[in-house]
Each structure stands twice: as structure tokens, then as C-alpha cells.
């Protein structure tokens, strides 16, 4: 069984930064893409930054040029390094795995809080 385990979230101050970590267990890590994902309260889930097959990082319009999104196959962990944080960030950030062949996360982990105040 495919287990995704954030960590990372907390309070900070606009301009703040923050860096997220999630850890797979139970999967061959390399064979999986992974993505963050995140969910203000009255808001729907989106997608904020993926690493494709190929490697390719993709991130939305509104964290490009202050996320990052990185890989650790030796540790089997995800990361997302935010920096310049914004009020607008504040929301519960998820990790999710599929296999690299398919387009649908079947793989969600718990989520982790980031607030960011004004």
C-alpha cells in the first residue's frame, strides 16, 4: 500500500518561507510522478507544482518564481520550497503520487497547513 506522509506546514509571514516534505513508503518511488496540491477553505483543490516523466517541473502561474519542486529518490521524498509567501498561499497543501503512465492521483497523503499572515 502506496503511503504519502507531509510535513513541513506551519505560520509565517508574508515573505516568509516554508519548505514541505512529503515521504512515500510502500511503492517503488521512481516509477510514481508526483505533485502538490492545495485547498483554501471555500475554495477548490489545485494543482500547484508537478515533476512529470521526463522530469519536467510544472508549476501554476501563481507560485512560479517562488516554489520549487524537487526530488530525493535516495530518501523517497518530495519536496516544495516556498518562498516569498503571499496571504493567498494559506490553504491545506497535499502530496499525491500516480503511476507515470496514468493521468489520475490515486495516491493522496494527509496534508499539511501553511497560513501565511499579513
Known amino acids: 500500500q502506496v503511503q504519502l506522509v507531509e510535513s513541513g506546514g506551519g505560520s509565517v509571514q508574508a515573505e516568509g518561507s516554508l519548505r514541505l516534505s512529503c515521504a512515500v513508503s510502500?511503492?517503488?518511488?521512481?516509477?510514481?510522478?508526483m505533485g502538490w496540491f492545495r485547498q483554501a477553505p471555500g475554495k477548490e483543490r489545485e494543482g500547484v507544482a508537478r515533476?512529470?516523466?521526463?522530469?519536467?517541473?510544472i508549476y501554476a502561474d501563481s507560485v512560479k518564481g517562488r516554489f520549487t519542486v524537487s526530488n530525493d529518490n535516495a530518501k523517497n521524498t518530495l519536496y516544495l520550497q516556498m518562498n516569498s509567501l503571499k496571504p493567498e498561499d494559506t490553504a491545506m497543501y497535499y502530496c499525491?503520487?500516480?503511476?507515470?503512465?496514468?493521468?489520475?492521483?490515486?495516491?493522496w497523503g494527509q496534508g499539511t497547513q501553511v497560513t501565511v499572515s499579513s
Open positions: 510502500g511503492a517503488t518511488y521512481s516509477s510514481y510522478c
Open positions: 499525491a503520487a500516480r503511476l507515470c503512465g496514468s493521468v489520475t492521483y490515486n495516491y
Open positions: 515533476i512529470t516523466s521526463a522530469g519536467r517541473r
